[in-house]
Structure formats: structure tokens, C-alpha cells
């Protein structure tokens, strides 16, 4: 059996007397999609930040092929791809322009990445006929698409994506859906945080539901319907009510 991509072990972080996220335990296997499910405040972002160690854990520790997000931080970002809820840009830079910028910081190699991996991303994505654009004449939707493409774009063994189809019309957010699910049949773990249930029911392995800084369900769609006490015709969000609730 392989090693997990992302481990968490009674992660945890407070900010100051309040608890953000109380003692997470869990792990992620390779080509395993993940979601992570909560109110606002439930904890998800926290996860996110800690694992990009843009947060420092207050107890427990996060690992990504080994590696510790904290004191690792630099090679951890090497493996990891991210995309936030409200992707931001360089208002001056076109689209192409953003993505060579991220390639040199990323330090790959440009070469390889045109040939075999970059193409595939900007048809995917239908983004070929925006990319001499400035990335300010954007839509959310479009913004939304160049980040997910930056973030897939070094081939990451880790996959963390906020609202990745928040924004985005619904052709779209299948071809998305479909791309991730590709992705990670080629041995990247993924986990998606959302509010949108009926794609995390549709795309995700196995959910964790977060309340308070706290997990309170842990499972595939099916068996967390069954952990809510509703019936197996439900939809995933009638069972997120009744966790949360």
C-alpha cells in the first residue's frame, strides 16, 4: 500500500483563546480525492493555511510526502498546489504573462512544461483565448480557471483547493470536476474544501465534516448519510444539516 501524500496528526491552532481548529487527525492517499466540509468557521481554511505553513500549528504537526509543513515549509510548497477561494493577479500582467512568472519562480523547467504539460491545462480550461489579455479584465470565473492552472501547472503531488468551481457556469465546472478527478488518477491526492455539496457528493471520495474547529463525521458521501441518520436517497447536504445542526 502506498504512503499517504498529506498526513495530519492532532493538528491543532488557537488563536488566543479561541480554537480555530482543535486536534485533526487524518490522512490522504494517493489518487484519493477529499473533501473538507463545514459552516463558516468550522476550520477548513485554518487546515489549508497550516498545511501551506502560512499558519503555525499551536499543537500536532501536518506532513506532506514526509516532509513537515512547518519546518519543512520550502520543499513542502514544492509538492503542493493551491488555489484560493478569491485568487489574486498582478492587474498589469497578462495571462501569459502570469503563468511564465510563475514557472520562473517555481524554477521549472519551462521547456518540458510546454511540451507536455501546459497545453493540456490551457485546452482543459478553455483559457487559450484569454491568455494575451491583462489578468484585470478578468472575470471571477476566468481568475478562478488561471489559478487552478497555475496551481496543477509544476505537477504537484498535492492538490488544496478552496472553491475551486465556486463561480464558474455549470459547463464548466464538469470539465473542472472531470480534470481533477483525471488528476488524480495519475497518483496526486486532492482535497477541496467547499460549500457546494451536491459536487462534493459527485466528486469526492471521502468527506470530513468539520463543526467548530472539530471533526464530527469522517467517510465516503454514502457512509456519511448513514452517520446523519438519513435516508440513503438524501441528498449530502440533508445529512450535512443534520451533523452541524
Known amino acids: ?9 492532532r493538528l491543532g491552532k488557537d488563536f488566543g483563546a479561541a480554537t480555530a481548529l482543535a486536534e485533526l487527525s487524518c490522512a490522504v492517499a ?3 480525492v477529499v473533501g473538507l466540509l463545514g459552516p463558516n468557521g468550522a476550520g477548513k481554511t485554518t487546515t489549508m493555511k497550516l498545511v501551506l505553513g502560512l499558519l503555525r500549528p499551536t499543537r500536532g504537526a501536518s506532513r506532506v510526502d514526509g516532509l513537515d509543513c512547518t519546518t519543512d515549509a520550502r520543499r513542502v510548497k514544492e509538492r503542493v498546489g493551491y488555489c484560493p477561494d478569491e485568487p489574486a493577479f498582478y492587474d498589469f500582467l497578462t495571462g501569459n504573462e502570469t503563468v511564465d512568472f510563475v514557472i520562473n519562480v517555481r524554477g521549472i523547467d519551462r521547456t518540458a512544461t510546454v511540451r507536455e504539460h501546459l497545453p493540456r491545462l490551457v485546452d482543459a480550461l478553455e483559457l487559450a483565448d484569454v491568455l494575451d489579455a491583462p489578468t484585470a479584465s478578468y472575470s471571477h470565473g476566468t481568475k478562478k480557471k488561471l489559478a487552478l492552472l497555475l496551481a496543477l501547472v ?7 483547493l478552496d472553491e475551486p468551481t465556486n463561480g464558474l457556469d455549470p459547463p464548466t465546472a464538469a470539465r473542472v470536476r472531470t480534470l481533477l478527478r483525471d488528476y488524480a488518477r495519475t497518483g496526486a491526492a486532492v482535497v477541496v474544501s467547499t460549500h457546494l455539496l451536491d459536487m462534493a457528493d459527485v466528486l469526492c471520495d471521502r468527506v470530513l465534516v468539520l463543526h467548530r474547529g472539530r471533526l464530527v463525521a469522517e467517510g465516503s458521501p454514502r457512509s456519511i448519510r448513514a452517520r446523519a441518520g438519513v435516508d440513503e ?9 443534520a451533523l452541524v445542526r
Open 30 to 32: 494517493p489518487s484519493e
Open 154 to 160: 509544476h505537477a504537484p503531488k498535492l492538490l488544496l
Open 233 to 241: 436517497g438524501a441528498s449530502l447536504e440533508d445529512a450535512f444539516i
Open 1 to 9: 500500500m502506498s504512503d499517504p501524500v498529506l498526513v495530519l496528526d
